[in-house]
């Protein structure tokens, strides 16, 4: 079994031995509050909910991480303390209500409670995805990053059919032959940027450290009943697994993309403007 190591109180490098050149990358892996649940007025039975974490997907990241040989760094604080994939600052980065549940610890934060949670669980992730990314780059390793999520069957009234979901905006390197061997396996329902699109929300992980400077990487949607088990867990690293074996064997991804690849961040502050904002302490 892969060891595990906290590079901070809540954020957990899976695997750090690993030899393919690959960063996985789970942000809602846990539904932690390292305050207790004072912090955030919510019940236990609301905070294990999707609204508080990304169910199986930490399970799923694990076992891929395992049969790929690469490392995982995987946040364990909750998304409702801070979400590590909205840009800080912005409305959804601390929710007031999510999903119908509302938060009464989110609400009318005082500008200093925002920069604490920013520098103690914010900060600490985006650092140690940029950390390692450079150990990459100093080793002569352009690396590929694959993220992993999870969805709800069902969200605003509507099913969502899709068992699997694959989000990309500009770099198809990874996207299209993943996209072309998910969709020849019989009985899998598969979503091209569904049940999000990589063109409207990728989410500030992928857009910060991978579309902004060029890495190959591909983001996956898991629907939360397919993975909740560890059995499901297990059959869906594998077919991710197969999905990506033939991609990742190309030598030609490891390479800073050259087509247009478009961020959608301009103008906006990104996490080392956050800390400049918030000055360690």
């Known amino acids: 079994m892969p060891e595990s190591r906290l590079l901070s109180p809540h954020v957990e490098l899976h695997n750090p031995r690993g030899r393919a050149p690959i960063l996985l990358l789970c942000d809602h892996a846990g539904k932690e509050v390292p305050e207790g649940l004072a912090l955030l007025g919510i019940s236990e039975e609301a905070l294990c909910r999707h609204i508080g974490w990304d ?112 989000l990309w905006r500009g770099d198809r390197r990874l996207s299209a032959p993943v996209l072309d061997f998910l969709r020849r396996r019989p009985g899998l329902v598969v979503g091209d940027n569904q049940p999000y699109s990589g ?42 697994a197969a999905a990506l074996e033939e991609p990742l064997a190309n030598p030609d991804l490891y390479r800073l993309f050259e087509g247009d690849s478009p961020v959608g961040m301009s103008g906006r502050p990104g996490w080392r403007h956050a800390n400049r904002l918030s000055p360690l302490g």
Do not use: K
């Not at 979400?83 to 989110?106: E, L, Q």
């Not at 397919?226 to 867990?233: C, M």
């Open 55 to 166: 169910i199986g997907a930490a399970a799923v990241t694990y076992r891929l991480s395992r049969l790929l040989d690469a490392p995982a760094l995987l946040d364990h604080v909750s998304r409702l303390v801070i979400d590590p994939n909205r840009r800080p600052y912005s409305p959804t980065s601390i929710p007031a209500v999510s999903d119908g549940c509302a938060v009464p610890g989110n609400q009318h934060l005082p500008a200093g409670e925002v920069r604490r949670r920013i520098r103690r669980h914010f900060l600490p992730y985006h650092r140690a995805i940029a950390r390692t990314i450079a150990g990459f780059r100093r080793r002569g390793i352009v690396p590929a990053l694959v993220s992993i999520h999870s969805f709800t069957p069902r969200f605003a009234g509507e099913d969502r059919p899709w068992q699997i979901g694959v």
């Open 199 to 240: 063109f409207r929300d990728f989410g500030y992980t992928i857009e910060f450290h991978a579309q902004r400077t060029r890495l190959p990487h591909i983001m996956f949607e898991l629907r939360q009943d397919e993975v909740a088990d560890e059995a499901g867990a297990e059959r869906f690293a594998g077919i991710l």
